[in-house]
């Protein structure tokens, strides 16, 4: 808050055995009792976290936290107070896989050992 003041002057000096003036030349107040404003303040954003996969693309975040908080006629924080990211490890491994087994063919021989082969 601030301070203002206010003064005065004698208007009639005291003469001739009269009574002085009593009272202080000058008066002070306090005023602008309101508290300034205190706008929003982020902190640092902190490191990113590790990534949500060990391998191929996943996802990773950071965050930041409000440092000072804003009273009622501050301005609020602008922006998010999370950053998300994809992040890409090494490839996954690919393992091999057969698939099922088709039909077998037709046998090579009529009569007899013939073979029959499946794909």
Known sequence: ???QSHSR???VETSNGGARCS???IEYQSCNRNSCPIDCQW???GSWEACSVTCGIGIQSKSRAVLVTPSTT?????????????????MCPTECAWSDWQEWT?????CGAGQRTQT
Request: proline share 3%.
């Open 23 to 25: 009272g202080p030349l």
């Open 1 to 3: 808050s601030g301070t």
């Open 43 to 45: 902190g640092q954003w």
């Open 9 to 11: 002057s004698f208007a």
């Open 106 to 110: 037709a046998c090579s021989a009529t």
């Open 74 to 90: 501050g301005l609020q924080c602008i922006g998010e107070d999370t950053q998300i990211q994809t992040c890409e490890v090494e």
